[in-house]
Nanobody, 127 residues
Framework: QVQLVESGGGLVQAGGSLRLSCAAS????????MGWFRQAPGKERDFVAA???????WYADSVKGRFTISRDNAKNTVYLQMNSLKPEDTAVYYC?????????????????????WGQGTQVTVSS
């Protein structure tokens, strides 16, 4: 069993930065990938970024170059550093963990691959 708790969301002006954290518990954390997804009102859930236990990363094209995903296995925590924020980044951000290892880009971006989800943290970017 895996439990995930996000934190670090808030209100920020366009061009600003936020760092989201996802605290995890359970043996699965250190073995498998972790992902970040987001969902804006009236829109579908979108993939944001993912990272394997060895540090391989994937990013959505919309955030590449602005966001950085990282993890600290000793602290059982995954981070999402968000820079140069835009109003279109406004959404509820969720961290997620898969039940099985991830090997491909398609797997990393597929929300159905992830079994465990946090409660989400709100990020609002004003213009």
């Amino acid at each position: 069993q895996v439990q995930l708790v996000e934190s670090g969301g808030g209100l920020v002006q366009a061009g600003g930065s936020l760092r989201l954290s996802c605290a995890a518990s359970g043996r699965t954390f250190n073995n498998y990938a972790m992902g970040w997804f987001r969902q804006a009102p009236g829109k579908e859930r979108d993939f944001v970024a993912a990272i394997t236990n060895s540090g391989r990363t994937w990013y959505a094209d919309s955030v590449k170059g602005r966001f950085t995903i990282s993890r600290d296995n000793a602290k059982n925590t995954v981070y999402l550093q968000m820079n140069s924020l835009k109003p279109e980044d406004t959404a509820v951000y969720y961290c997620a963990a898969p039940r099985r290892p991830i090997f491909t880009t398609a797997q990393a971006k597929d929300g159905d691959v992830y079994e465990y989800w946090g409660q989400g943290t709100q990020v609002t970017v004003s213009s």
